[in-house]
């Protein structure tokens, strides 16, 4: 049943716009949260053939709803094959054959530099974050890398607590090309690699997004206004959602 | 060969204080069972091995188990963080922490590298990051190319413990669905522990195994549920209700407490 | 995304004079019928690479498609010599031909490092033997130890060649029973050629089987009993009396030669 | 059906003499041939419980008669697991849990270096051998290597055309510690090393291994006579022969 005009949260226009980057066929690195709800939207919307790997060894994913963990037993029963996790880094990951991989951070800087390790210093942290992960050599070795992260002047900042990223790595990939915010999308600029706010939501304008940056956001002359979901991308999505939490034994 | 004892017996011989122990289990088949015996029996210093620390974690940290931890990502899958870990590093309760932190890619290598006897494995990565000083990475040259790797030590623990669904009267095992790093963990220790769902008569090959014959193995233990609050592929689901459930308890170093001495220290080791 | 085409075209558009070949195969689901798709469409100056080169190479060598062979173990499995090889290096008949050796343990080595990107792989071999002046070892020391191991060059080939039971519609690859260095092999190579027994609705998952995407593939290829005289597990049997057979026919250059043109030579590709 | 005084050959000899020395629940990393034979004898004999690996992947091989490959489907089917040969040489064979390794060779020296690539000169040699193989690997990290080869004057080498193999390597493990031949066996002496007829088949005297060695082959003053295979050992071996090599194709 679809709604006239359509009512969405932040996360769900995130999650629309980066689904909506995604090509057919897109082989996807992908972790829990934003960028799962993203690839598993592309599959169930304009991409249906995208191969989705998670790190936990999951090869061609096809979970009909989202997992909570990226172990989850759908991941593994609806998978073309399970793969043991240094495979996955190896053969798969630094072999270099994954299109795009998808990261969230706690900053990220200018040049799209990522910290997922710390808040404060690091031997006295404030907030003490889980850590690297696959991170750093998703963005080296995934042909591109999307990260996820609301903008605020906590998040983007000028210089990163700990730096767990290179947004630009020496790898065989380009490194961070988009970043998807709660405000639009911001990608690389040619030349000197720093972000630019390229895309926009509606409503938004490029001095909120000022406003939300902790440092000077170069803004594209054009920026493009980001089509709001469709209700059937809301659908797709919401049809996504994780079912209840309750455990079923056997 | 693996000798079948009960839980209980296999930790009180195997594991002693000060050793470097890998619960290994990639959100699939965590060994909370071995984790909780552990607990019981009060280790203490030891060094914590393990690429995806959680709950069981938490649990043996906030109950004064753990000298160092050496992970690559710590964290409540899906809730978020792991307090106990993070009352640790940041306030040094119940006691200071040493971290030792890796990438994934990092660590994976340094199993494969344990389990081959190689002394250090290799990686294309940790390159610009400050992981690299954080962390116990070296660099290498490739002597035909000359690019510059990054060497990780072999991961070399002195007790590996995961959890299986299945093992036989002689002590082999088989595990399916999501493997994780337990092979490589298994085979990378010095000494083994492996709870499983179920001891059968035969193993039955399937889909997705991993096999470790009782040979590479020290004690095998029957542990139903003993992968609770993860889950065993085929015996029952992830309890996702309990890792919510678990942001609550462990926020509060009392109600953690609490919580330990009803579900864990008042428990007997599950029965054989 | 592999394109399902007959061999022939496969092999046309795929291999190219001087190109570095790899038809991998561990004694099981050797790629016959693509190698004498090569000898049909008269491919030259090859370097042909695979850890056991027996029969298919022999006669790939005895037919002039080879300027250099590298390998580990070059014989007629549980028969003896491949005499096509002999006569190459022994006497430079019908050419001479290089050799780059390795043990075997160097050749897994260089092919998991090159399906993993890495410029080398490690082994903790080679040392003290004259095997390390004959092969591309170079010495590399242990960052964190100080030990010596021999770091071998990864194995990139311009083609990798492996013959499966199944494939489906999309080119997605199955293979099962004894899988060798085959998935190694085709993730290492720059292009990829997989001949299949049959193609098939829907692969069902089964015990000790390799998947391989297929978008890790470049061509797929029906080719039934193209494994022969090889076995395909769950489709026939090793021809064991073929191998024996063939120490007859291939000991004498004019019987070699007499039997590949009648059985090759003068045959059609598998027709699809 | 037992015979009074069993007829045998050289071979049977051999693999019964090798068999022996295995203790039950012992982990063999075998070739073809020969060290097939002993391996498996031992298995059907005193030893039930020991481990055959073999170099395709086969872990815990169980074949009822003698593969004529070591990739035959009968080890895959009778395995406990079957795992990638590049696993089989990191795991299981570089990582030190093998206890005995098998192999043959073309020529021996007498510290139990092994040539197994060339005889006459690598340029242009006279008979061009297989290779290594498994077996510099074999011999570094199998905790003992016994080599089985026949003794003549050709294959018993003061010096070797090649060096394929180190007979005592600075690997895990004793390197080779036994030495079957169609005479006896030898083992290297404690000190220096330098192989030791010990052990001598009946009939064999001390006179005709030396007339059969390519070096002044030192002989123990007490050499042991070596049983000849029992009709119980002699019927197990026979039981193992390889089936036809008719192909079946179903």
Redesign the interface.
Same mark, same amino acid.
């Given at each position: 049943m679809t709604v006239a005009t359509p009512m969405y949260t932040a996360d769900e226009m995130m999650a629309v716009a980066a689904a909506r980057r995604l090509r057919n066929?897109t082989?996807c690195f992908v972790g829990?949260?934003l960028p799962s709800q993203a690839a598993n939207l592309a599959r169930a919307t304009h991409a249906p053939e995208s +191969?989705l790997i998670y790190?936990?060894? @999951?090869? *061609?994913a096809k979970p009909r709803h989202l997992? /909570?963990?990226?172990?989850? *037993?759908a991941?593994?029963e609806t998978a073309?094959? +399970?793969v043991?996790?240094?495979e996955i880094?190896?053969?798969w /990951?630094? *072999?270099? &054959?994954i299109d795009v991989g998808f990261l969230g951070a706690a900053q990220i800087d200018p040049h799209g530099n990522l910290n997922s390790?710390v808040i404060g210093d690091?031997e006295?942290?404030? +907030?003490?974050l889980?850590?690297?992960?696959?991170?750093?050599?998703i963005a080296?070795?995934c042909h591109e890398t999307f990260v996820m992260l609301r903008q605020t002047t906590r998040t983007f900042v000028e210089r990163l607590d700990? /730096? @767990?990223? +290179?947004g630009r790595?020496?790898?065989?990939g380009a490194g961070v090309t988009c970043v998807v915010t709660d405000l639009g999308m911001l990608e690389p600029d040619a030349q000197t690699g720093e972000l630019v706010m390229t895309e926009l939501y509606p409503d938004v304008t490029a001095e909120d997004a000022r406003q939300a940056t902790g440092w000077e956001l170069k803004v594209a002359p054009e920026t493009r206004t980001v089509e709001p979901p469709s209700d059937v991308e809301l659908e797709a999505l919401r049809a996504l959602e994780?079912t @209840?939490?309750? @455990?079923? &034994?056997? | 060969m693996a000798e079948i004892v009960p839980l209980g017996e296999a930790v009180r011989e195997l594991v002693h204080d000060g050793d470097v122990v890998a619960l290994e289990g990639?959100?699939?088949l965590i060994p909370n069972a071995a984790g909780h015996e552990l607990i019981r029996q009060g280790r203490r210093e030891l060094t914590l091995v393990r690429?995806?620390p959680d709950v069981v974690y938490d649990q043996l940290i906030g109950m004064s188990c753990a000298r160092k931890l050496v992970?690559?990502?710590?964290?409540n899958? =899906? #809730?978020g963080?792991l307090h106990r870990?993070?009352d640790a $590093? %940041?306030h040094d309760w119940p006691g200071p922490l040493e971290l030792e %932190?890796?990438?994934?890619?990092g660590m994976?290598?340094g !199993?494969?590298a344990g389990a081959s006897g190689f002394p250090f494995g290799i $990686?294309?990565?940790? %390159? =610009?990051?400050?992981?690299a000083e954080?962390t116990r990475v070296r660099w290498i040259e490739c002597p035909f190319t000359g690019e510059q790797l990054a060497a990780v030590p072999a991961i070399r623990p002195d007790v590996g413990i995961v959890h299986a669904q299945q093992a036989d009267e002689a002590g082999n095992v088989q595990l399916w669905?999501?493997?994780? $790093?337990q092979? %490589?963990a298994v085979l990378a220790s010095r000494r083994s522990i492996v709870t499983v769902e179920e001891i059968v008569p035969a193993l039955e090959p399937r889909p997705?195994a #991993?096999f470790l014959p009782g040979w590479t193995i020290t004690a095998v233990a029957l542990a139903p549920g003993g992968a609770?609050?993860s !889950?065993a592929?085929? !015996?029952?689901?992830?309890?996702?209700?309990?890792?919510?459930r678990w942001d609550e308890i462990s926020r509060d170093r009392e109600s953690f407490r609490a919580w330990m001495e009803r579900h864990v220290l008042d428990r007997e080791a599950s029965p054989v």
């Open positions: 066929g082989v829990i949260g +191969v790190e936990s060894g @999951t090869i *061609g997992p /909570l963990s990226i172990g989850d *037993g991941l593994a073309d094959a +399970v043991s996790v240094p880094f190896s053969y /990951l630094q *072999g270099g &054959r390790t690091y006295r942290p404030k +907030v003490r889980p850590g690297a992960g696959g991170a750093p050599e080296a070795w700990f /730096l @767990t990223t +290179v790595p020496r790898g065989g994780p @209840t939490g309750e @455990t079923v &034994r056997t | 990639f959100t699939h690429m995806t992970f690559s990502w710590g964290g899958p =899906g #809730v963080s870990l993070r $590093v %940041e %932190e890796h990438s994934h890619a994976a290598a !199993y494969a $990686v294309r990565g940790y %390159e =610009g990051t400050d992981l954080r669905g999501i493997s994780g $790093v092979k %490589e997705t #991993v609770h609050p !889950y592929h085929g !015996y029952y689901d992830r309890d996702n209700a309990f890792y919510l």
